[in-house]
Nanobody
């Protein structure tokens, strides 16, 4: 069974930073070949793609986070990261990690940006 687990959410002030982690585990997974995605869902809004990273480490970002967020991965640890800098109140949401193209989502981690 495949598991995807996010961690690192919390409360940050506007202009602050947080780092999210997402670890994948389970029999049969070959983490290094997966496209991995970070998504977020704010109250009353649809879930949206925030960033993704290819197996080769090439990132792609939503326009709303370009220049502020950085996605990276450590294939030896089966983990993908999302470094979030210059946080804004509109970044408040539940953040999810997903093995792209699969049904394997994490449970989500809450990020709240407020003074």
């Amino acid at each position: 069974q495949v598991q995807v687990v996010e961690s690192g959410g919390g409360l940050a002030q506007p202009g602050g930073s947080l780092r999210l982690s997402c670890a994948a585990s389970g029999s049969g997974i070959i983490f290094s070949i997966y496209l991995m995605g970070w998504y977020r869902q704010a109250p009353g809004k649809q879930r949206e793609l925030v960033a993704e990273i290819t197996s080769g480490g090439s990132p792609n970002y939503a326009d709303s986070v370009k220049g502020r967020f950085t996605v990276s991965r450590d294939n030896a640890k089966n983990t993908v990261y999302l470094q979030m800098n210059s946080l804004k109140p509109e970044d408040t949401a539940v953040y999810y990690c997903r093995i792209a193209g699969s049904q394997y989502w994490g449970q989500g981690t809450q990020v709240t940006v407020s003074s």
